[in-house]
């Protein structure tokens, strides 16, 4: 019996390794389905948005040759219509680098774009899906921001002489205290993304630099890594019920950081967004 243990280890170490063998070709079958699963999904997604755009848009079919010339006349028109409005409008230009903010067709602020990035939805448009898309203003529909829209306080002023004698004892701890250096204080990381009536996501981002706006990308930190991270959460969701995610055209457009926050804060509510890609 004891001659037989050395040749009983030595199989049972073989099965145990074979055994591993067999888990991990599972386990890379699996991710491979889910992978070529997602991807089938998500072109499909991507489709049927095109479809639904096309089906929207009216007209004949224009000539590819005339594209750049829609793309003018979408741009003037739009930004003719968002002059008549009363608020304050955002008109983005991809094709000169420029955002700026107009009220009644004057700019009342200008910015360079540093850099950006469109999903490729954008670039497969023909003449009348881009005029339907983008001829007339687009209206934002929601914030979502790394920093406050509203920097101001409304605080209500004491109506008595008596009230106004309690407020000041209760600030006074914090009126005596000394203040913070501004340059002690964390740098703010500017990042808002608008959601636009026509279902499509404008993001700007705050930098001074490119390099910044690369180093500003860290895995597992920050609004925009959480952002993605709940966007590759939701299609995953949709693909385990074997149903197409939703799928959203974007737009990354990088500015300067004081820009970025100038325009967020400028803009109002509902405010008017014209843009030519």
């Keep these: 019996m004891k001659e037989n243990l050395p040749e009983d280890f030595d199989s049972l170490f073989v099965k145990k390794r074979s055994?591993?063998?067999i888990f991990a070709l599972i386990f890379c079958i699996s991710l491979l389905i889910i992978a070529g699963l997602?991807?089938?999904l998500s072109i499909g997604a991507v489709r049927d948005r095109m479809q639904l755009?096309?089906?929207?848009?009216e007209g004949s079919v224009v000539d590819p040759s005339l594209i750049g010339l829609m793309k003018d006349k979408a741009?003037?028109?739009?930004r003719v219509k968002m002059a008549t409005y009363d608020s304050v409008g955002l008109s983005i230009d991809l094709e000169q680098h420029i955002i700026q903010l107009e009220l009644?067709?004057?700019?009342?602020?200008?910015?360079?774009?540093k850099e950006y990035s469109t999903?490729?939805?954008?670039?497969?448009?023909d003449g009348n899906v881009y005029f339907s898309m983008f001829g007339t203003p687009l209206t934002i529909k929601s914030y979502v921001s790394t920093i406050d829209r509203n920097r101001f306080k409304v605080i209500q002023a004491p109506k008595t002489k008596t009230a106004a004698e309690i407020k000041a004892e209760e600030d006074a701890p914090y009126v005596a205290a000394k203040p913070v250096p501004k340059d002690s204080l964390p740098k703010e990381n500017v990042f808002w993304t608008v959601k636009l009536d026509r279902a499509i996501d404008l993001n700007i981002q705050g930098i001074d630099s490119i390099s910044e706006s690369q180093s500003k990308y860290?895995?597992?930190?920050g609004f925009e890594f959480e952002r993605d991270l709940n966007n590759i959460l939701k299609s995953f969701h949709h693909i385990l019920k074997f149903e197409k995610p939703t799928y959203t055209p974007e737009i990354l457009i990088s500015i300067p950081e004081n820009d970025a926050k100038a325009i967020l804060r400028a803009l109002p509510s509902n405010a008017s967004v014209t843009i030519r890609i």
């Design 53 to 57: 755009a096309k089906t929207q848009a």
């Design 218 to 221: 860290k895995l597992g930190k």
């Design 38 to 40: 997602y991807a089938y």
């Design 75 to 78: 741009w003037v028109e739009s």
């Design 104 to 113: 009644k067709g004057v700019v009342v602020m200008k910015s360079n774009i």
């Design 119 to 125: 999903s490729g939805f954008f670039k497969r448009m």
């Design 19 to 21: 055994g591993l063998k």
